[in-house]
């Protein structure tokens, strides 16, 4: 079975600061990639996903994902964040027989 | 439309109690899906119904049953709540032709 690994438990970074939070996955097919986030006490939030063509993804809220094949990788990046991007993301892969396996989370605080 | 909804936000339950968690959609979705939240853990995957009629079971089915009563509803049974069943659940439903799920808000659950 597909599995996701998401290295950083917390990331802490300062408002306006870039921001780049990683995703390894392991599945030995063409995986289906995908980024959620969740707000305290809310559900999750599709923000991007990749199936296939071009690597480099756009989401929402200015959020950006790049699929690397030879890193196993589907990173996810912001140029600048915001004090409302403050939230847990949660990388996911995805099979063709329904079954989709999330990583742990990495909770990203913003400092003022 | 109201999405993926779900009911209750919160319940208390004593050890060997029983409840149902309800999730409702009106996205059309064919798929419905119910997962467990635990921290550090990610989500994990306990049922699915991949179409009206069909249920089977996801990573962590031990203790929960669920069935698909029509196409918008999915609900999810605890026949012997245990504190080990303490949790946040999600429900989210996905169309055929497309891998991403859609979340509804959770329901957390605390059983002592």
């Known amino acids: 079975a597909q599995s996701v690994t998401q290295p950083d438990i917390h990331i802490t970074v300062s408002e306006g600061a870039s921001l780049e939070l990683r995703c390894n996955y392991s599945?030995?097919?063409?995986?289906?990639l995908f980024w959620y986030v969740q707000s305290p006490g809310q559900g999750l939030q599709l923000l991007l996903k990749?199936?296939?063509?071009?690597?480099l993804v756009q989401g929402i809220k200015g959020f950006e994902a790049e699929f690397k094949r030879s890193q196993s990788s589907f990173n996810l990046r912001k140029p600048s964040v915001h004090w409302s991007d403050a939230a847990e993301y949660f990388c996911a892969v995805g099979a063709y027989n329904n079954d989709m396996r999330f990583g742990a989370g990495t909770r990203l605080t913003v400092k003022p | 439309n109201a999405g993926v909804t779900q009911t209750p936000k919160f319940q208390v339950l004593k050890t060997g109690q029983s409840m149902t968690l309800q999730c409702a959609q009106d996205?059309?979705?064919?798929?419905m899906y119910w997962y467990r939240q635990d921290p550090g853990m990610g989500l994990r995957l306990i049922y699915y119904s991949a179409s009206e009629g069909t249920t089977d079971k996801g990573e962590v089915p031990n203790g929960y049953n669920v069935s698909r009563l029509n196409k918008r509803e999915f609900s999810l049974r605890l026949e012997s709540a245990a504190p080990s069943q303490t949790s946040v659940y999600f429900c989210a439903g996905r169309w055929t032709d497309s891998y991403e799920q859609y979340f509804g808000p959770g329901t957390r659950l605390t059983v002592t």
């Open positions: 599945y030995g097919a063409t995986p289906y």
């Open positions: 996205m059309n979705h064919n798929s």
């Open positions: 990749y199936f296939s063509g071009d690597t």
